[in-house]
């Protein structure tokens, strides 16, 4: 059974940075990865995704702002997030996925309030 387990998040204030990690129990090297997030009340968004390749993608909300990264020596995907706004609180989600397989960590809250 593969796990992800993300850790990272926090209270912090506007304009501030946080960095996410997601480790993997197993090596999945060949995984895409991504990281959504969920607020309250909201559905389950894609903030970013990097291929297997290296190859990123991020939505406009995350454009600028954050930055995802994979070091697949150490199983873990990563992701920068600067200039948080409220607007970014949510819990945060680490995916890995290929073909039929997807595996989901367990969340981390980000919480961005002065």
Known sequence: QVQLVERGGGLVQ????LRLSC???SRLSFYHKAWYRQAPGKQRELVA?????GTTNYTDSAKGR???SRDNAKNTVYLQ???LKPEDTAVYYC???LGSSE???????VTVSS
């Not at 506007?14 to 940075?17: E, K, R, V």
């Not at 995704?49 to 390749?53: F, K, N, P, Q």
């Not at 595996?103 to 809250?109: N, V, Y």
């Open 95 to 97: 995916n890995a996925n």
């Open 103 to 109: 595996h989901w960590g367990q969340g981390t809250q």
């Open 49 to 53: 995704a990097v291929t297997w390749g």
């Open 66 to 68: 954050f930055t995802i």
């Open 23 to 25: 480790v993997a129990s």
């Open 14 to 17: 506007p304009g501030g940075s």
């Open 81 to 83: 997030l600067n200039s």
